[in-house]
């Protein structure tokens, strides 16, 4: 079966950076588009990230651009997350998301992993 397993998430002051990851398994990871969504406390889902099946191109929510970076590694069915100069603001869950179309709402979900940006 399909899994999404996210890793990377921390406590990071503001300014820093962090790397998620996220590792897949129980299906073809080169023929899905691969996702990155956020929901900080309170607040609904954020669509944070795209990356299509070749690894490009991709696609950023405007309050990431520029200090977000996704990647993703078809040989070891990974996609990972470069996130520099955080913002309390970018403290949410982070989830990795696999989908066959533009409907991420649709695709399959990890259980994804905690990033608290706080000095």
């Known amino acids: 079966q399909v899994q999404l397993v996210e890793s990377g998430g921390g406590l990071v002051q503001p300014g820093g950076s962090l790397r998620l990851s996220c590792a897949a398994s129980g299906f073809t990871f080169s023929s899905y588009w691969m996702y990155w969504v956020r929901q900080a406390p309170g607040k609904g889902l954020e669509w944070v990230s795209i990356?299509?099946?070749?690894?490009?191109?991709?696609g950023y929510a405007d309050s990431v651009k520029g200090r977000f970076t996704i990647g993703r590694i078809n040989a070891k069915n990974t996609v990972y997350l470069q996130m520099n100069s955080l913002k309390p603001e970018d403290t949410a869950v982070y989830y990795c998301?696999?989908?066959?179309?533009?409907?991420?709402?649709?695709?399959?979900w990890g259980r994804g992993t905690q990033v608290t940006v706080s000095s």
């Open positions: 998301v696999a989908a066959s179309s533009y409907n991420w709402k649709a695709g399959s």
């Open positions: 990356i299509n099946t070749g690894g490009g191109p991709t």
